[in-house]
């Protein structure tokens, strides 16, 4: 029934600083679009919807894999910093393979990003936390030996 994953939708109050980030995580930008209407207010349940829809690809991935930003114009949205506390229910984190993880940290750090915790090896991986737009969890993943 289900072959892969297509998408991943965040909500964000920065566009820029949200699509620069991502960049750095070798997304390039393919559609930029504003979302309104009817139709559309109906599918994702808020009324009066107006929002920026940007479509960043991750570069070379096989199958193609997206990260969507959403920023709305209408309604108003807040960021919340209790997103960080990874110890509550719902959506936790997105976990993106790297091929050497302390080359990506390091390139990261060079460029503003927040790098939470240490680098730990785990379950046949080396493991980090960063911290993306919105306060949202990112964690990357070496593979060792494969």
């Not at 894999?65 to 114009?73: D, N, P, Y």
């Not at 110890?87 to 997105?94: E, F, M, S, T």
């Given at each position: 029934m289900?072959?892969?994953?297509?998408?991943?939708?965040?909500?964000v109050t920065n566009l820029e600083k949200s699509?620069?980030?991502?960049?750095?995580?070798?997304f390039e930008l393919?559609?930029?679009?504003?979302i309104s209407g009817d139709k559309i207010s109906k599918y994702l349940e808020v009324p009066n919807v107006q929002a920026d829809h940007l479509t960043m690809v991750l570069k070379?991935?096989?199958p193609r894999?997206?990260?969507?930003?959403?920023?709305?114009?209408t309604p108003r949205i807040f960021s919340d910093s209790n997103l960080l506390n990874l110890?509550?229910?719902?959506?936790?984190?997105?976990c993106l393979r790297v091929d050497d993880i302390e080359f990506s940290v390091d390139y990261l750090k060079k460029n503003g990003v927040h790098i939470r915790g240490q680098i730990i090896e785990y379950l046949s991986r080396k493991l980090v936390y960063i911290e993306g737009p919105e306060y949202i969890t990112i964690?990357?993943?070496e593979w060792l030996n494969g």
């Open positions: 289900i072959k892969n994953p297509d998408h991943v939708t965040i909500a699509q620069k980030f991502f960049e750095l995580l070798d393919e559609i930029t679009d504003v070379n991935a096989e894999f997206e990260i969507q930003l959403l920023h709305f114009r110890a509550r229910p719902g959506y936790n984190h997105l964690e990357l993943a």
